[in-house]
């Protein structure tokens, strides 16, 4: 993928990995991948919703067939909101005057015009396509690359989608949740459970996908995750259960994570598990209990807190949007645990790098099927690399 440069970049738009608005270095590399915005279920046949992605406001609407469709946020005759107005068939009409609109943003109807000049007027569109229980919109403009795939999560297992809250921090904070934090945030189990801390060693290296992050414990135990261009992560849990997740940013300073979940289970098992789990997220709200937090008003160490909401989500809450809405990088103190974060941020220098210079850029595969694993191994009684394979 190659894009025309638009403008002259500086160095320090290399290293501007939150800004993603219009006319932004990681915006306009952000805009060449699809990004999910909704679930399939919240957008019934017939509804239009107004969504926010990368600091543009867009419509999101359902054809009476069941198409998704992606347009303007605002109609081209007085700049009502179009996501107030009627679905007719594949079609939109404003509920200020009736124009109408149909997918491709063309203006098909002037109710109130004698003349009619609909040939003139066009909104703008954008792709948009239903994948694993996600509506994804493509807002890059140009013809989309291919829609990522995922044969794990096609495979016929259970697929779970959780309501992913707006969360008050940039797409960055939840990008960078490192795998060292876990010895610590999550310490504190689920049951009030204070585990050993065994913060791993860890190193990455490039692969055709992004990154993979190998982890090694003290103890011996060594696992890996995955970290997928531009902003996905990918892991298999103990119990088997496929977690794929996007990090999307709203605007600068808001984020959503949405995240599939491909369960192994069947009959009893898996109907136990759908209960389990509408019980944890049926508990009260993350976001206001996570707010709380921050605040010194809920005591994120009381036992008694595990029973009211999801622990380790509000754990990791209160761990990346304390970090602000938007990182201080200037005043970070990095150490060897970083090593990960590190070299994720390379990959990503050198690729706003290449599109600022007008250079071909990695072509990312975007169809994978990946393998975590987790096993013993003899690197805990050895070094271990920092980095491998940063293509350059």
């Not at 909104?123 to 995922?150: D, N």
Request: with cysteine; proline share 8%.
């Amino acid at each position: 993928m190659a894009t025309q440069q638009t403008r002259e970049w500086t160095p320090s738009d290399w290293t501007d990995f939150v800004h993603t608005g219009p006319g932004t270095l990681a915006g306009q590399y952000m805009r060449q991948f699809w990004h999910p915005i909704m679930r399939t279920e919240d957008l019934p046949p017939g509804r239009a919703k107004p969504i926010k992605i990368m600091s543009e406001d867009l419509t999101l609407y359902r054809g009476e067939t069941g198409t998704p469709h992606c347009v303007a946020f605002r109609c081209a005759h007085r700049g009502t909101q179009l996501s107030t107005g009627w679905v007719e068939g594949e079609d939109l009409r404003c509920f200020y005057h009736g124009w109408k609109y149909d997918g491709s943003g063309q203006c098909i109807e002037q109710p109130a015009e004698p003349e009619p000049f609909c040939g003139r007027i066009k909104i703008k569109s954008y792709p948009a396509e239903e994948y694993v229980g996600l509506i994804f919109v493509y807002i890059g403009g140009g013809q989309a690359p291919p829609m990522y795939r995922f044969p794990q999560l096609e495979d016929g297992k259970f697929l779970q989608l959780r309501e992913f809250p707006v969360w008050p921090c940039s797409y960055w904070n939840r990008q960078e949740n490192d795998p060292v934090h876990v010895a610590f945030v999550h310490r504190e189990g689920p049951h009030g459970d204070i585990g050993l801390i065994e913060p791993p060693r860890v190193w990455a290296e490039e692969t055709d996908y992004g990154m993979v992050v190998h982890e090694v414990t003290p103890g011996g135990i060594e696992s890996m995750g995955h970290r997928l261009m531009p902003a996905m992560t990918q892991f298999i849990a103990p119990d088997g259960t496929q977690n794929v997740g996007w990090k999307v940013p709203i605007d600068d300073t808001h984020c959503i994570h949405p995240v599939v979940r491909a369960v192994p289970l069947k009959g009893d098992a898996l109907e136990a598990y759908k209960t389990r789990r509408t019980n944890q997220w049926s508990r009260a709200s993350l976001l206001e209990i996570g707010e709380g937090v921050l605040r010194g008003e809920i005591d994120l160490h009381d036992p008694s807190l595990r029973e009211t909401t999801n622990i380790v989500n509000v754990q990791d809450y209160a761990s990346m949007v304390a970090q602000g809405a938007i990182p201080d990088f200037e005043h970070e103190h990095l150490g060897k645990s970083d090593t990960s974060m590190i070299f994720w941020r390379k990959l990503w220098e050198r690729e706003l790098r290449s599109l600022a210079e007008g250079r071909p850029l990695t072509a990312w595969t975007q169809d994978i099927h990946l393998t975590s694993e987790r096993h013993f191994t003899d690197r805990a009684r050895g070094e271990v690399p920092t980095t491998l394979g940063l293509r350059v």
